[in-house]
């Protein structure tokens, strides 16, 4: 069973950093993704790390990192100089491609339940 579990979600003040993680059971992805989705809107492509690499939204780059740790089968979102408007909530996403292949979440297979990451100004 594929299961996909984030952590490291909370509150902090603008300018602030938090670190975001995601543990995967059930099979090796080498596509990983982060998505997020804030109250009343959709849900948006963050970031991106496969075999060729990865990317990131013009919104966070710069200020989020992604990392992987193959041993552990997890992956990191290094989120410094948060902003109000990174407040939503933050899915870890993966589908069994050597490659992602594209941002479009209907991509994915498979999801986490969300971690909630709230920036207050």
């Known amino acids: 069973q594929v299961q996909l579990v984030e952590s490291g979600g909370g509150s902090v003040q603008a300018g602030g950093s938090l670190r975001l993680s995601c543990a995967a059971s059930?099979?090796?992805?080498?596509?990983m993704a982060w998505f997020r989705q804030a109250p009343g809107k959709e849900r948006e492509w963050v970031a991106t790390?496969?075999?060729?690499?990865?990317g990131y939204a013009d919104s966070v780059k710069g200020r989020f990192t992604l990392s992987k740790d193959n041993a552990k089968n997890s992956l990191y979102l290094q989120m410094n100089s948060l902003k109000p408007e990174d407040t939503a909530m933050y899915y870890c996403?993966?589908?069994?491609?050597?490659?992602?292949?594209?941002?479009?979440?209907?991509?994915?297979?498979?999801w986490g339940q969300g971690t909630q990451v709230t920036v207050s100004s």
């Open positions: 790390i496969d075999s060729a690499g990865g």
């Open positions: 059930g099979y090796t992805p080498y596509c």
């Open positions: 996403a993966s589908r069994r491609t050597t490659y992602c292949a594209g941002t479009y979440d209907g991509i994915f297979g498979y």
